[in-house]
């Protein structure tokens, strides 16, 4: 039987971006061109105050699309600023955006990329 054995990665950070529905694959192509490994992509259906009345004339569809992407943390602000900008997020209406620290994370990580994460680590403590 083989040993199961779980790697917890803890300096990670998780962003979330809202958008209207059909945005997500430009700002998820965004975030890996700077980095990002994947994405979780979700529909969602949003309420409130803009989307009745549209924000500044602008109808807004209440269709949304919900993009998490978990990455590193010293790679999490430059993730954010360029899925912020793909996503023209600066503009009324086109969504909203946030970054979450998170404690731990699991995944499965192969032994090959293990094995080096500990080579590089016995280097930096070796130099």
Do not use: H, W
Request: with cysteine.
């Amino acid at each position: 039987m083989s040993q199961r054995r779980m790697t917890v990665l803890t300096d990670v950070t998780l962003i979330t971006c809202i958008v209207q529905r059909g945005l997500a694959d430009e700002i998820i192509r965004a975030a890996q061109e700077v980095g990002a490994q994947g994405a979780t992509v979700y529909f969602a259906r949003g309420t409130g105050v803009r989307e009745k009345l549209g924000l500044l004339g602008v109808a807004v569809d209440v269709e949304k699309e919900v993009i998490n992407v978990v990455v590193a943390s010293d790679q999490a602000d430059r993730i954010f600023e360029q899925m912020y900008l793909a996503g023209r997020l600066d503009t009324p209406g086109m969504g909203f955006m946030y970054m979450t620290e998170l404690d731990k994370a699991a995944t499965y990580i192969p032994k090959e990329v293990l094995d080096r994460i500990e080579r590089a680590k016995k280097r930096e403590a070796n130099a």
